[in-house]
């Protein structure tokens, strides 16, 4: 099936949207599909997925300065070769990101933090860098204000 997409009309109460009911019907159309004919089995979602989801995915493999739009879908996958500084773009409350870096050995060992190329408040809140080759390090970040965020790191093996 493809998606279904609820119509929403031209403007707000013109009457010209989908019923209600019509809405809904379609809302669980399309969760049925994801939960039962998407061919992805529980707790398996990849990154190869997400990125068909989302579209606007990158996979970066050598960068010096990724920036990380918080008004943006985007999901980015990151082996460097060179210590990275990850520059946040329209930071937006509540918003969670999610950054997975695949450790890249001794060409790897730090990361950096900025908002619009200036200084912000990143806290830590679990988890260290695992630099081993094998390893996937899936950090997600939270804005918690203009110019502070929180984030995690946690680890899988490839």
Avoid: H
């Avoid at 099936?1 to 009457?15: E, F």
């Avoid at 965020?149 to 680890?155: E, G, T």
Wanted: a negative charge.
């Amino acid at each position: 099936m493809a998606k279904q997409v609820i119509g929403i009309g031209t403007t707000a109460n013109d009457g010209t949207g989908d019923p209600i009911r019509t809405a809904f019907d379609k809302t669980n159309d399309n969760f049925t599909e994801l939960y039962d004919g998407a061919g992805v089995a529980d707790d398996s979602i990849t990154f190869a997925k997400l990125s068909d989801e989302f579209s606007t995915s990158d996979t970066l493999t050598a960068a010096a300065i990724v920036d990380i739009n918080f008004a943006a879908a985007e999901v980015f996958t990151l082996t460097p070769d060179q210590n990275t500084t990850f520059n946040i773009t329209n930071p937006q409350i509540g918003i969670t990101k999610t950054i997975i870096v695949t450790g890249a050995g001794s060409t790897y060992t730090a990361d950096t933090w900025t908002v619009g190329g200036g200084a912000g408040t990143f806290n830590r809140i679990a988890g260290e860098y695992d630099d081993t080759s094998s390893t996937k390090n899936f950090y997600q970040i939270t804005c918690v204000s203009a110019t502070e965020f929180w984030y995690s790191i946690s680890q899988i093996a490839s």
